[in-house]
């Protein structure tokens, strides 16, 4: 027949949860490297992306997908790897910001966290649809490890102990859930996945589950989001962290997800001030199964296809905004209208402010994070005023001390995440604003509330 099916990319999947449920474990296990024994206390305290290049997804999930008739059509997953300690809201934020669909790693042992919480809001506020691994199963009391094998595979065999450890604990998780507002099910007896989450049960340490995990990911992709992962030719690429290394210069970490990336491309990026027209250096990728933020073994390349992480080496780039979008200007293209694009981009959410001009002042330091610090200020009913992205400037105080005729008690800077320059702080202990620093979005209701409370009296 004529009907060609159309091209896909590989999805985005990002993994998000609690400190230490074993996100980057899983991901380890699923590419057998050993990036979490190489990090600093075992915290991830970076964002990276890694391809698992369909073959390898079918060598691992061969018997459960033979048993399901399972056939894989994407050319494989991008991973995306986040920290789960409290401190990197931020990054959660730009992850989730950015996916197709998301795995929310709960420890099954301990069931929901203050993390795990906070991953489902900022979820939810960008509808971006998940699936949770309930990880680490092999640490139920006499758990028999049955390695690398599908989960209900492995349950078959498992004690009538061990079966009504699971069983509760799963009973507990979906009762979490449920005070979350979320139906919950284990995956196989999901009866609607639009309206209930999937649970997969995995280890890290024994490899069970993995293939559910690959298997389900995959196929919610190919069948309920078909379209969302059709590739597409029209360049969408984000950049997650900017960089400078040395010998390279200023580097950014980005995300390809639709298009495609040339060495010496002139490409525009939204920059701490102005937009920043520049032309791609050289454009580098780990190996497959490998990641962006491991040094070592990166590979140049004339050019890159979506979806795919991608470090991009130009000069001017350590002024670019993380959360924000790279284009690219061919020839047919406009470059101030590109740049346009770049700063409307910026533009919108720094416009989403109180139009009475009545309210505090908010700084973040991307896009991603300043989006989520808005919606969260709106949610505690604190209205804004004034927003920017990056460290706190003399000037920014300058902006905020208008609010000590309009109404005193919102001549107050909100500093998430970002650093404070001397001159700044400077500025405001003299004209006596306060500046909250925090470094994790949560932490400012309960100062917000000591702030307004002290006013009152
Ligand atoms: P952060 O990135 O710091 O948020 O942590 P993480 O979610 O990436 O967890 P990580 O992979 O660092 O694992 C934390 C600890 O749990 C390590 O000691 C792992 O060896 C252990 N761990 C992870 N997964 C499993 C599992 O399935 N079973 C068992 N028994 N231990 C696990
Ligand atoms: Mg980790
Ligand atoms: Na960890």
């Known amino acids: ?59 691992q999930a061969k018997d459960l997908a033979e048993r399901l008739k399972f056939e894989f059509k994407l050319p494989g997953l991008l991973l995306i790897d986040t920290p789960g300690h409290e401190s990197f809201n931020n990054l959660r934020s730009r992850g989730s910001g950015l996916c197709d669909l998301a795995i929310l790693v709960i420890d099954i042992m301990h069931g929901l966290e203050a993390q795990t919480i906070e991953s489902i809001n900022l979820l939810r506020m960008r509808k971006t649809p998940f699936i949770v691994a309930l990880n680490k199963v092999d640490r139920i009391y006499e758990w028999r490890p049955c390695r690398n094998v599908d989960i209900r595979e492995s349950l078959k065999v498992q004690s009538r102990h061990a079966a009504q450890e699971f069983d509760s604990r799963v009973k507990d998780t979906v009762a979490q859930l449920a005070v979350q507002e979320l139906n919950a099910s284990l995956y196989w007896k999901n009866p609607d ?13 024994t490899g069970e589950g993995i293939p559910d995990l690959m298997v389900l990911a995959t196929q919610l992709m190919q069948k309920i989001m078909a379209e969302k992962v059709t590739y597409r030719d029209e360049l969408q690429c984000t950049i997650l962290e900017v960089k400078t290394i040395e010998g390279l210069g200023a580097t950014v970490d980005a995300v390809l997800v639709n298009g495609v990336l040339s060495e010496g491309d002139k490409i525009v990026v939204s920059g701490f001030g102005a937009p920043i027209v520049s032309t791609i250096r050289s454009l580098l990728t780990p190996p497959p199964l490998r990641e962006t933020r491991v040094k070592t073994q990166l ?49 919108s959410v720094l416009n989403d402010v109180e139009t009475s001009g009545v ?24 209205p804004v005023a004034n927003v920017a992205i990056g460290p706190i400037h003399k000037k920014n105080v300058m902006a905020c001390s208008i609010m000590r005729e ?22 405001a202990n003299d004209m006596k604003i306060t500046i909250m620093s925090e470094d994790t979005i949560y932490l400012f209701e309960k100062r917000l509330e000591d702030h307004f409370n002290a006013i009152k009296e």
Request: net charge negative; hydrophobic share 40%; aromatic share 4%.
């Open 1 to 59: 027949s004529s009907t060609e099916e159309p091209e896909l990319r590989s999805p985005i999947l990002c993994i998000l949860g609690h400190v230490d449920t074993g996100k980057t474990s899983l991901l380890d296990k699923i590419r057998s490297t050993n990036v979490q024994g190489g990090e600093a206390r075992g915290i991830t305290q970076q964002i990276g992306a890694s391809f698992i290049p369909v073959e390898n997804i079918r060598d």
């Open 193 to 205: 996945h639009r309206k209930y989450v999937s649970l997969v049960p995995t280890s890290a340490v």
């Open 299 to 347: 590979i140049p390349n004339k050019s890159v296809k979506a979806s795919m992480g991608v470090k991009i080496v130009a000069p001017g780039l350590e002024k670019a905004v993380p959360g924000t979008s790279l284009l690219v200007c061919t020839e047919d293209d406009d470059l101030e209208d590109l740049k346009a694009q770049a700063q409307s981009e910026i533009d």
């Open 359 to 382: 309210g505090v002042s908010v700084q973040a330091s991307t896009l991603g994070s300043l989006e989520a610090f808005i919606s969260f200020l709106k949610k505690i009913k604190v």
């Open 406 to 427: 309009k109404d005193p008690k919102y001549a107050i800077m909100l500093a998430f995440d970002v650093k404070i320059e001397e001159s700044a702080q400077q500025a």
